[in-house]
C-alpha cells in the first residue's frame, strides 16, 4: 500500500491540469473519468466508473437501498446510509461514507485504493490529474462555531467556505433570443451552454449551490431572472450574455460592473485604510485576468447602468462572452472545446476571487487579534 501512496503521490505531483481522475488495475492501461467531484478536500468518483475502470460490475437496489458490487468472494455491499463495507458476514470500515452527488453514487479515491483493490485482489492505480483541490470551501468549521462568530458579529478566522454559493443568469430564452449571428446561432444558446459547464465546475470543484435562473430554453419573468441572485447565500452573481456589432471586426470577452463600483477603488489599489469593499469590482479583475491567462482576449471592465437591478452590494458582473458578428468568434462560440475553455476561465477567476477574499479576512483577523 505505501508503494502504491508513493507513486500516487508523484503523480500528483507531475500531474497536468484538468479535472479528471486516472483509475486502472496494476498493469492495464488507466481509464480516464471526467464526472469527478471534489468535498471538502476529497475525491468523489461515480461507482459504475469506478467498478467499469477496475473490471468490476454492480447495481443499485433503490428498495434496500443499497449498492451491490459483485466480486469473486459474492457480493459487496455499501450505502450512502453506512461507514461499513459488507462482505459475506465481514464488515469493513469506508474513511467516507459514499454519497449521491448530482444523482449519482459516488465513492472516494480511499474507497478506490482500499476497498477495490482488496475486492478485485489487486492494487490499484489513481491519479488525480486535477491538482486544483479546492482550498476555498474545503476548511469547513462547526456550524456551531460559524453561528458563535455571527452573533459575535466577528468573522471567524479561515473559516467555513468564502462563496457560499453563486448565482448564474444565463441571459435571455426562449421567444427572446437575444442576439442572433448571422449563421442563425443564438445568444440564448451559447449563454445557456457556458452557464451549465461553469455551473458543474463549481460543484464539482468547491462543493457549493449552484443557482440558475434558467436551465432550458424558456422565458423569464424579471422577478424570475432575479430570484437566484436574491438567496441568502448567494456571494456572487454573475450575468452571461454575447453580443453583436454592426462591424465583423470586434471580438473579445468584455465585463461590466454597476457605474458606482467603477468610481470605488479596488482594496489592493487604496491600500489597507480601503473603506469601502468594491466586490464587482475585484471579482471583474479576476475574472479578467484568468481568461487572458487562458489565452481569451479581454477587451476590458465596463460600466452598465442595467447592473443597477438586483441586490446592491452583491459582486455582479456582466461577462459578454464573445461578438457572434465576428465569423471566427461565432465558429468558436458555437463550438463546445471553446464553451468549455471559457467555463473554465470563469470558473478559475472566481476560484482566485474567493481565494483574494479569504487572504483578506486573514489578514484582517490577524489585525484585529494582535
Ligand atoms: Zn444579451
Not at 279 to 307: C, E, H, K, M, W
Not at 310 to 321: A, H, I, K, M, W
Request: proline share 5%; hydrophobic share 40%; charged share 25%.
Amino acid at each position: 500500500m505505501r508503494l502504491i501512496l508513493s507513486i500516487l503521490l508523484i503523480l500528483l505531483v507531475a500531474g497536468p491540469l484538468s479535472a479528471a481522475v486516472d483509475i486502472a488495475p496494476r498493469g492495464k492501461n488507466p481509464v480516464r473519468l471526467e464526472d469527478v467531484y471534489q468535498r471538502n478536500g476529497v475525491t468523489y468518483v461515480a461507482i459504475e466508473d469506478a467498478l467499469d475502470a477496475v473490471g468490476l460490475t454492480g447495481h443499485w437496489n433503490s428498495i434496500k437501498h443499497i449498492f451491490r458490487i459483485r466480486t469473486r468472494r459474492g457480493w459487496a455491499e455499501i450505502s450512502p446510509a453506512s461507514s461499513y463495507m459488507k462482505l459475506g458476514k465481514d464488515y469493513y470500515p469506508l474513511q467516507n461514507k459514499p454519497c449521491f452527488i448530482d444523482g449519482r453514487l459516488r465513492v472516494t479515491d480511499n474507497f478506490v485504493l482500499n476497498q477495490l483493490a482488496m475486492l478485485t485482489g489487486r492494487p490499484i492505480y489513481f491519479r488525480n490529474l486535477d491538482p486544483d483541490v479546492d482550498t476555498v470551501s474545503s476548511e469547513e468549521t462547526s456550524r456551531l462555531e460559524q453561528l458563535f462568530a455571527f452573533l459575535l458579529n466577528k468573522k471567524s478566522k479561515q473559516s467555513g467556505p468564502l462563496i457560499r454559493a453563486v448565482a448564474i443568469d444565463p441571459g435571455h430564452g426562449g421567444l427572446d433570443s437575444g442576439v442572433i449571428a448571422s449563421s442563425g446561432f443564438k445568444e440564448k444558446e451559447v449563454n445557456l451552454e457556458v452557464a451549465e459547464k461553469l455551473s458543474k465546475q463549481l460543484k464539482m470543484k468547491l462543493g457549493i449551490p449552484i443557482y440558475l435562473s434558467r436551465d432550458g430554453d424558456y422565458e423569464l419573468t424579471l422577478e424570475q431572472r432575479l430570484k437566484p441572485a436574491s438567496k441568502e447565500d448567494v456571494d456572487l452573481w454573475l450575468l452571461l450574455h454575447a453580443q453583436a456589432s454592426f462591424s465583423a471586426e470586434p471580438h473579445g470577452v468584455s465585463l461590466f460592473i454597476r457605474p458606482a463600483e467603477a468610481s470605488l477603488p479596488t482594496a489592493a489599489a487604496a491600500g489597507d485604510a480601503a473603506p469601502v469593499e468594491n466586490g464587482s469590482r475585484q471579482l471583474a479583475d479576476n475574472l479578467a485576468l484568468a481568461l487572458r491567462t487562458a489565452g481569451i482576449a479581454v477587451n476590458g471592465i465596463f460600466t452598465s447602468p442595467l447592473l443597477s437591478l438586483g441586490r446592491g452590494s452583491l459582486p455582479t458582473v456582466q461577462v459578454e462572452l464573445g461578438y457572434l458578428s465576428n465569423p471566427e468568434e461565432l465558429a468558436e462560440l458555437q463550438d463546445e472545446t471553446y464553451q468549455e475553455r471559457l467555463a473554465q476561465a470563469l470558473y478559475q477567476g472566481i476560484r482566485s476571487y474567493a481565494k483574494s477574499k479569504k487572504e483578506k479576512l486573514n489578514e484582517l483577523d490577524r489585525n484585529t487579534t494582535n
